[in-house]
């Protein structure tokens, strides 16, 4: 199990994606060229004020699209098909989640502006808050 499964208690990799993908008859979706993905959305994202309700289903996105150990690398122009919003909405919901601290985003130009999404564990989020509250 990765540290990131370890961190939201859920076991999320390949084997249990097309076990459950089989088991709920999902295909790919021929409308809108878009895959079936199931995501994950804790309570704390969830409940969260300070996240509006589109952040709330970015982060969904995220996990949806992120592999076993945390990471997601799909572009804007997968967000502007699943979301059909502006750029600079995603953009200002990505930020929103890492200011809020859900997730790390690292670019590297030197790969032509090439994007990691890490999720950060609600766990270790969790723990950061906790942390930044006694300073």
Partial sequence: M???AKGIVIMYNDKHRKTALKFLNIKK???NNMPNKYSILPAEIRYNKNLSFGEKVMYAEITACADENGVCTVTNEHFLRAFDKS???ISNSITNLKRNGYIDVSIYKSKGNYRK???IPIVEHAITSAEKDVI
Avoid: G, V
């Fill in 2 to 4: 990765s540290e990131f």
């Fill in 29 to 31: 979706n021929e409308d």
């Fill in 87 to 89: 750029t600079k909405w």
């Fill in 117 to 119: 999404i890490r999720l």
